[in-house]
């Protein structure tokens, strides 16, 4: 089976195998562990030992999102209240603006197209519009629409206004550059072990400034949730351990994952993820079916397309017959108006993607779905 979908990604066997054990936690041999992924994964990041450390909380990409958002926000009843300016051009922009408003943080949106990257003007005038803003918190890669926001420029938008970048790379981090030495303007980059790092998923990572969360103590109103906690706790008992359990078959595969992604280079997954998204985008429109997206905007992760006009089309039917031929992709979509989407991440080749354009147009036929665009 061919999965296609932005996380959990389809993975290498050697990482699977490495779930096959009973580990301790507190176990030497695991900490050593744990603690060595810490360092790679902050290299991975670019950042500086001793001005950054990596933090981690077990579960998903949401959670390590709202971790952020309340370590690094005073909520809107401290006594500085903080203030976070989404730039809103995709659903996942949408989720992290929920996290903030739920955790009782203000928020103000920059309502944006999903159809194109926030342009780092626009991010500019809404900074001096109003002085109040604190923290910019951007989608790096938008899973809603597929677009990647730059955040070299905006980043530098966010540093030239003196506010902080908050910025949500679970979709790209590991393939999309992002170099933290150079951006002192960010607080916290996030991101999972399931994504472009090729791992299982079950751990979520923010490489944060350790000057910023340090003075982010109690911020958070939540035990759970709080980085800076998390970061006090690593100082006092060693960089191997976890406050609660943490799933360490997980963390024992996350370190195969990351040889292979020593191994192969970021470069070079990154250009493995833009040819599969180019194979695929061209492929949709051979056999006559309409990216959602310009190609000129198109991202490496994720490609969505527009469900054929056809009555015939029904999605959850066609991503059944699409298994049946091999290629799994997600049975729901995040845009406004009705397609599919289909991940270009994982440890899959253009060769694969190509054979995923073969399978849909072999389904639609299947389906007598005639009519593929409008
Ligand atoms: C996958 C993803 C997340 C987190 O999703 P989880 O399901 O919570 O792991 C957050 N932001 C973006 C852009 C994503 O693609």
Same mark, same amino acid.
């Given at each position: 089976?061919?999965?296609?979908?932005?996380?959990?990604?389809?993975?290498?066997?050697?990482?699977?195998?490495?779930?096959?054990?009973?580990?301790?936690?507190?176990?030497?041999?695991?900490?050593?562990?744990?603690?060595?992924?810490?360092?790679?994964?902050?290299?991975?990041?670019?950042?500086?030992?001793?001005?950054?450390?990596?933090?981690?909380?077990? %579960?998903?990409?949401?959670?390590?999102?709202?971790?952020?958002?309340?370590?690094?926000?005073?909520?809107?009843?401290?006594?500085?209240?903080?203030?976070?300016?989404?730039?809103?051009?995709?659903?996942?922009?949408?989720?992290?603006?929920?996290?903030?408003?739920?955790?009782?943080?203000?928020?103000?949106?920059?309502?944006?197209?999903?159809?194109?990257?926030?342009?780092?003007?626009?991010?500019?005038?809404?900074?001096?519009?109003?002085?109040?803003?604190?923290?910019?918190?951007?989608?790096?890669?938008?899973?809603?629409?597929?677009?990647?926001?730059?955040?070299?420029?905006?980043?530098?938008?966010?540093?030239?206004? %003196?506010?902080?970048?908050?910025?949500?790379?679970?979709?790209?981090?590991?393939?999309?550059?992002?170099?933290?030495?150079?951006?002192?303007?960010?607080?916290?980059?996030?991101?999972?072990?399931?994504?472009?790092?090729?791992?299982?998923?079950?751990?979520?990572?923010?490489?944060?400034?350790?000057?910023?969360?340090?003075?982010?103590?109690?911020?958070?109103?939540?035990?759970?949730?709080?980085? =800076?906690?998390?970061?006090?706790?690593?100082?006092?008992?060693?960089? %191997?351990?976890?406050?609660? =359990?943490?799933?360490?078959?997980?963390?024992?595969?996350?370190?195969?994952?990351?040889?292979?992604?020593?191994?192969?280079?970021?470069?070079?997954?990154?250009?493995?993820?833009?040819?599969?998204?180019?194979?695929?985008?061209?492929?949709?429109?051979?056999?006559?079916?309409?990216?959602?997206?310009?190609?000129?905007?198109?991202?490496?992760?994720?490609?969505?397309?527009?469900?054929?006009?056809?009555?015939?089309?029904?999605?959850?039917?066609?991503?059944?017959?699409?298994?049946?031929?091999?290629?799994?992709?997600?049975?729901?979509?995040? =845009?406004?108006?009705?397609?599919?989407?289909?991940?270009?991440?994982? =440890?899959?080749?253009?060769?694969?993607?190509?054979?995923?354009?073969?399978?849909?147009?072999?389904?639609?036929?299947?389906?007598?779905?005639?009519?593929?665009?409008?």
């Amino acid at each position: 089976m061919l999965l296609l979908i932005p996380g959990p990604v389809q993975t290498r066997p050697e990482v699977r195998a490495a779930l096959a054990q009973d580990i301790a936690p507190w176990d030497n041999e695991f900490k050593s562990v744990f603690a060595e992924i810490r360092e790679r994964v902050l290299g991975i990041a670019g950042g500086i030992p001793g001005e950054h450390a990596t933090l981690a909380l077990q %579960g998903c990409g949401h959670f390590i999102m709202e971790a952020a958002l309340r370590t690094f926000v005073p909520a809107a009843t401290a006594a500085a209240p903080g203030k976070i300016l989404i730039p809103l051009n995709g659903t996942y922009a949408g989720r992290v603006e929920r996290l903030a408003r739920e955790a009782g943080r203000q928020v103000v949106t920059l309502a944006l197209p999903e159809t194109r990257p926030a342009a780092p003007e626009e991010v500019a005038a809404a900074l001096a519009a109003d002085p109040d803003i604190t923290h910019v918190a951007m989608v790096y890669s938008e899973t809603g629409a597929g677009i990647v926001n730059d955040a070299e420029a905006i980043g530098a938008v966010v540093r030239a206004a %003196g506010r902080r970048l908050i910025l949500d790379a679970v979709s790209g981090f590991g393939a999309l550059p992002f170099n933290l030495a150079e951006h002192p303007e960010c607080d916290a980059v996030m991101f999972t072990s399931g994504k472009c790092l090729e791992g299982l998923p079950g751990i979520g990572f923010a490489v944060v400034n350790v000057a910023r969360v340090v003075a982010a103590a109690g911020n958070a109103g939540s035990w759970s949730f709080d980085l =800076t906690d998390v970061y006090g706790h690593a100082q006092r008992v060693g960089w %191997g351990n976890f406050r609660f =359990t943490p799933p360490v078959q997980v963390l024992a595969a996350f370190k195969v994952a990351l040889d292979f992604h020593a191994a192969e280079g970021q470069a070079a997954r990154l250009a493995r993820y833009q040819e599969n998204s180019r194979v695929f985008h061209q492929g949709m429109r051979r056999i006559g079916l309409r990216p959602y997206l310009d190609e000129s905007v198109q991202g490496p992760i994720i490609n969505i397309v527009h469900q054929p006009p056809d009555a015939g089309f029904q999605l959850q039917n066609f991503i059944d017959e699409l298994k049946r031929r091999g290629v799994l992709i997600s049975n729901f979509y995040n =845009t406004p108006v009705p397609t599919f989407r289909v991940g270009c991440i994982g =440890t899959v080749t253009p060769e694969d993607m190509a054979r995923a354009v073969v399978a849909v147009d072999e389904t639609l036929a299947a389906l007598q779905v005639r009519r593929r665009s409008a």
